[in-house]
């Protein structure tokens, strides 16, 4: 009731700087209560699922990034060994 501003009975016209700043209050206290109707309901679990899909392709992607940037880095690893193998390759043969 507060929220629709009934105080004490009445209506007011409008709403007082004041009582904006303590209806905010109330409607921090209230907005865990709010039930949304049948159709918004529908639409938000859409939603829900749509971004739940899309998280899911996303963290498939970058766990497969993830195994990408390994692998990447055993082969630099084995090119680095493949370039001090060749190095002294041609020490070997310069001596």
Not at 8 to 27: C, F, I, M, N, W
Not at 30 to 43: C, H, K, N, S, W
Not at 50 to 58: A, F, I, Q, V
Request: charged content about 35%; glycine content about 8%.
């Amino acid at each position: 009731m507060i929220i629709e501003g009934h105080f004490a009975g009445t209506r007011p016209k409008h709403y007082a700087d004041s009582d904006v700043e303590q209806l905010r209050d109330v409607y921090r206290k209230a907005y865990p209560f709010i039930r949304l109707g049948v159709d918004e309901l529908g639409q938000q679990r859409m939603e829900t699922d749509t971004y739940g899909r899309r998280l899911t392709g996303l963290e498939i992607r970058l766990d497969k990034q993830q195994v990408l940037e390994a692998k990447i880095t055993v082969l630099e690893g084995e090119l680095d060994q493949m370039k001090q193998f060749h190095k002294r390759l041609e020490k070997q043969a310069e001596a």
